[in-house]
């Protein structure tokens, strides 16, 4: 369990020799406790106090990182029940699952590598593939992780019964860190080895906690340090129980035995192919680690993409998109400039207006702190010098022929002191509403 404040001073040396740059060490111990300092700082610290400060100090839910060619998908390292006490860190990587009997399954792999779509400015793309030992060869297996290597960099989850396969499979990833599906009651032991010997993550699967809990901590024992759980529920209730107890032990009660992600397969809890994408959000939501589809089509995959991404971004921080000046179908020298905050979804909503239009024109986007344009006007963060800066910042004077600057009419209070600030320019008050802004540029070209 975290420690407090306090409870870390008394483990530390308590010099105050300020070699971890903060001028006590009671000042360091609370810097500790809010995760804003690292324990390596102090370079006094006793064996003794490290070794019970480190272990006070992991995280609840353990990071678990799957690589390929340096492409990762990270799971883990959670610390609150909910979005809103603080944040969700790592964003539940999602894989489809794709099966060795696939004749096509190269061409497939690379058609869902090849799936991104630009949201907001953020480019979300699927994190992985799940390769099933199907045919149950495990030479099969084999050539459908070496063809899945050979089209795509993606992260991998092995799914298969035996050690065999995996040994032979494992020999083709060709240095990728992957997930091994899974260790159960029965072949624990022989998985646990495998793992190891290969470095990957593990997946442990067994019907209820106790059982699970069980099962990690032999694993655990075995040497296996990244494990990933698989609670044995499929359905929308049983998955979601056992989701937010496990969740629940883990971040309330420290249970170490259960702090680990969470593997979910909402194609096997569903009646039909139409369900497995509502399943999956509820996954995504509470409380999955990584998520395997079934069934991909970018339709799907965008919805729960752009889902996951709503839920995973930090409350505390606005998405928002670089300050600057950007051009709109190919603006002239006499194009207007229109103005707002570079709060993203301000952003898109003028652009994707505009450009729908074929209207060109100049965006000259201020640094609001990633705000929107009311919020961030009545916070003092868009104001006549903010706008003026941006206009002398961008050198947008260089490359038109007509001083003219379109503020948003929510913020039309502001056109005097634009005025002042910028002297010789012509300020226009536009609509509220991104929606008519074409109308507007179209009555005043």
């Known amino acids: 369990m975290a420690l407090t404040g306090l409870q870390i001073y008394k483990l530390l040396p308590q010099t105050n020799c300020k070699q971890c740059a903060f001028p006590t060490c009671l ?17 006094f610290v006793s064996e003794a106090s490290k070794a019970q400060l480190e272990a006070a100090s992991q995280p609840p839910v353990r990071l678990i990182t799957l690589s390929t060619d340096g492409r990762k998908a990270v799971a883990g390292n959670e610390i609150v029940m909910f979005r809103h006490e603080k944040t969700f860190y790592n964003r539940a990587p999602v894989f489809v699952r794709l099966k060795d009997t696939q004749v096509d399954i190269a061409a497939k792999a690379k058609e869902i590598n090849e799936f991104a779509v630009d949201y907001v400015g953020i480019k ?20 459908a992780v070496e063809a899945v290597r050979g089209a795509t960099n993606f992260p991998l989850i092995l799914v298969a019964k035996d050690t065999a396969a995996f040994e032979v499979a494992l020999a083709k990833v060709n240095g990728a860190v992957p997930m091994l599906y899974c260790a159960d009651e029965s072949n624990w032991q022989a998985m646990a080895e495998v793992a190891k010997k290969f470095k990957a993550s593990l997946a442990v699967k067994a019907n209820g906690l106790e059982a699970l809990a069980a099962l990690t901590d032999k694993v655990k024992a075995a040497g296996v340090e990244d494990i990933v759980l698989d ?17 629940r032990l883990a971040i309330k009660k420290n249970f170490r035995p259960l702090g680990y992600p969470i593997i979910t397969f909402p194609g096997e809890g569903v009646s039909s ?57 190919a603006p002239k020298p006499e194009s207007p400039i229109l103005v707002t905050t570079n709060f993203s979804i301000t952003y898109f909503s003028i652009s994707n207006e505009v450009e729908g239009a074929g209207l060109p024109a100049w965006l000259l986007v201020a640094d609001a702190e990633g705000m929107s344009v009311l919020t961030a ?44 600030a910028l002297a010789g320019w012509q300020i226009e008050v536009g609509p509220r509403e991104a929606v008519d802004v ?4 179209k009555l005043k070209p």
């Open 27 to 43: 000042a360091f111990a609370m810097k500790l406790a809010a995760k804003q300092a690292e324990l390596a700082a102090c370079p």
């Open 124 to 143: 979300l793309h699927i994190d992985g593939l799940a390769i099933e030992n199907a045919s149950g060869d495990a030479g099969k297996f084999a050539a």
């Open 377 to 420: 006007w009545a916070a003092g963060k868009f104001d006549a010098d903010r706008i003026a800066k941006a206009v002398k910042t961008t050198g947008v004077e260089s490359k038109i022929s007509r001083k003219r600057i379109v503020l948003p009419g929510a913020v039309a209070v502001l056109m005097g002191e634009v005025e002042e």
């Open 273 to 329: 192919a139409d369900e497995e994408p509502v399943l999956a959000a509820q996954h995504i939501g509470k409380y999955a680690g990584f998520v395997v589809l079934d069934n991909f089509t970018p339709a799907l995959a965008y919805a729960l993409l752009v889902l996951r991404q709503n839920i995973y971004t930090d409350p505390q921080k606005p998405i928002q998109v670089q300050p600057g000046l950007y051009e709109i179908n």
């Open 231 to 247: 609670p044995g529920a499929r359905g929308f209730l049983d998955t979601l129980t056992l989701a937010t107890q496990i969740r």
């Open 438 to 441: 074409p109308a507007y540029l």
